[in-house]
């Protein structure tokens, strides 16, 4: 599923759109959730749901370049992995105390296509590529809201594992979440 190309007009997209929210632990302000509830890939497959987070690009966030740095991209990666979850009401601490275990990332490769400056707005998009029995790679994009450019693309792997830090099988909330056989 490299190289996914969303083929869709505004006519055909189904938009919930979310509420205003609080990121990073509830230190900046201005992140709004929207999930997009289906979306179609090259040649007309439907999959499953894509979560969408949009940001406006803040002067902190970039560098003496002018431009977003190449390290809070993985914030904005971030941000769109955990709002993913938030939407489908799995919290890291519910996975701890109900399933006894935890999420960790094991590897994120990041292409950097766009270079983002101050004001700009993203849109971040979540979705799942693969999984296997305990882990799995969530695709992810950063899209420059107003030309539609893809600004980077990564594929993020995660790994369950058990509170004694051994591999776990993925947990059945997380399953049903993003219709994981």
């Known amino acids: 599923m490299k190289g996914i190309t969303f083929l869709m007009s505004v006519a055909n997209r189904n938009y919930d759109f979310g509420k205003k929210r609080k990121g990073f632990n509830g230190c900046v302000k201005g992140f709004y959730t929207i999930n997009l509830i289906s979306t179609q890939l090259d040649g007309g497959r439907t999959v499953g749901k894509v979560f969408e987070a949009v940001h406006k690009v803040r002067s902190y966030e970039c560098?003496?370049?002018?431009?977003?740095?190449?390290?809070?991209?993985l914030n904005y990666l971030e941000y769109g992995r955990m709002e993913a979850l938030d939407e489908l009401n799995i919290t890291l601490e519910r996975l701890k105390t109900e399933t006894g275990?935890?999420?960790?990332?094991?590897?994120?490769?990041?292409?950097?296509l766009r270079p983002l400056t101050m004001g700009d707005e993203i849109v971040i998009k979540t979705f799942l590529k693969e999984s296997r029995r305990t882990s799995g790679v969530f695709g992810q994009e950063i899209i420059h809201r107003e030309s539609g450019e893809l600004a980077a693309r990564a594929d993020v792997t995660w790994v369950f594992i058990n509170l004694q830090g051994k591999p776990a099988?993925?947990?059945q909330l997380v399953k049903e979440g993003f219709g994981i056989p």
Do not use: F
């Not at 999420?103 to 950097?112: A, C, L, N, T």
């Open 63 to 73: 560098d003496s370049y002018g431009h977003v740095n190449n390290a809070v991209y």
């Open 169 to 171: 099988p993925i947990p």
């Open 101 to 112: 275990t935890l999420v960790v990332i094991r590897r994120v490769d990041i292409e950097y």
